[in-house]
């Protein structure tokens, strides 16, 4: 049978001869014969139809690589390779849904339920409170509490300047509070964790005076039974479960850093010399990562979100005892506060209260 020249080849196969040029060389689809003066590349009709095979396959989006190991293999289990590929396909462009979804609620400011989401599976029950303390003039913590997003930080640099930061810091964080799929959820606080640094810079670059001002941040971003942590500093988070509480953050202090080299023992934390001392936080200045972490949530779980005014002043055995007694959020963060002032409230307190309970 008379052999086809690369143009005609390409014509009746419906790929480009630019096309046949590149698979010849990747191996995909080489002519049968190469004329040795002029150059030219003939065909044999009969590798058409491997032609039009490398042709849907690339319409579908297929790799190169993915495409040789296909042709290499007889039609049954060619056949089964293809439908695994889109298999991966259809996934990820579920993926790219999702996350498409969140970007529009995350940029226009409107939270967007996605199809198929398992966020009503679960969700929060919440409440904030927040005090001066009784030595302190300005309350330098900030806080949010929302239906999938919580968030304590604590100001530091005086002169209200810690105000200032935490206040910028929760606000950088505010846009989460809308479906963000769970793939997502470290990303998301990564980025706002970013941003928020940024614009601590910015602030600083614009009025010097404020330099010197930082914050602490802890916070958690639900989305169905995951939830993502974002922490710096010595904000703190707790989680209750099965009748135990568990500190679910380490504080990026010196004394913490001591205490766990052995340095010192937990009973000297208190009356340490530099016990306030932070080794990271958010400041604009310093390039400090965060920990990020990504947790399963269940049912009946309770956390509690704080500022180190409570810890600082109430003992952990106390703590337990409200996280463990009362149920209602709302009065056990109110319990938490007044624990805090009898004990002296030297410093501003917050707390987050969220219960875990199933979705309607």
């Not at 010399?273 to 009946?300: V, Y």
């Not at 956390?303 to 703590?319: K, M, N, R, W």
Request: charged share 20%.
């Amino acid at each position: 049978m008379a052999l086809l020249s690369s143009g005609e080849f390409a014509r009746a196969s419906g790929l480009s001869r630019k096309a046949l040029r590149v698979y010849d060389e990747l191996g995909l689809l080489a002519p049968v014969r190469v004329d040795p003066y002029s150059g030219y590349r003939f065909y044999a009709p009969a590798q058409l139809e491997q032609a039009r095979l490398v042709a849907w396959l690339r319409r579908l989006g297929m790799p190169l690589a993915a495409i040789r190991s296909v042709l290499a293999k007889p039609p049954a289990t060619a056949a089964e390779e293809v439908s695994a590929y889109m298999v991966r396909v259809e996934a990820q462009a579920a993926a790219r849904r999702k996350l498409g979804s969140f970007l529009i609620g995350y940029l226009s400011g409107r939270n967007t339920d996605m199809a198929g989401s398992n966020d009503a599976t679960l969700t929060i029950r919440y409440a904030v409170r927040s005090d001066i303390g009784l030595v302190r003039e300005d309350n330098e913590d900030s806080a949010y509490a929302g239906g999938r997003l919580l968030a304590v930080a604590d100001g530091m640099g005086g002169h209200a300047h810690g105000e200032i930061a935490s206040a910028a810091v929760i606000e950088a964080l505010r846009p989460l509070d809308v479906t963000v799929p769970s793939e997502e959820l470290l990303n998301a606080l990564d980025h706002a964790f970013r941003r928020a640094d940024g614009t601590l810079r910015d602030m600083v670059t614009a009025d010097p005076s404020l330099a010197g001002m930082g914050t602490t941040l802890t916070a958690l971003l639900w989305s169905g039974s995951e939830i993502g942590l974002v922490h710096i500093g010595d904000t703190r988070a707790y989680l209750v479960r099965g009748g135990e509480v568990f500190q679910i953050t380490r504080d990026h202090t010196l004394v913490q850093s001591l205490l766990d080299e052995g340095k010192i023992t937990a009973e000297e934390v208190a009356s340490h010399p530099k016990r306030m001392l932070l080794l990271r936080a958010i400041d604009g200045q310093h390039d400090h990562a965060p920990d990020l972490e990504l947790r399963q949530a269940r049912a009946g779980d309770r956390y509690l979100l704080s500022s180190d005014g409570l810890h600082a002043t109430v003992p952990a055995s106390e703590i337990t005892r409200v996280l463990l007694t009362i149920a209602d959020p709302d009065q056990a963060a109110a319990g938490l506060i007044q624990l805090a002032i009898a004990g002296g409230a030297p410093d501003n307190v917050t707390c987050i209260v969220a219960d875990v309970v199933s979705g309607e």
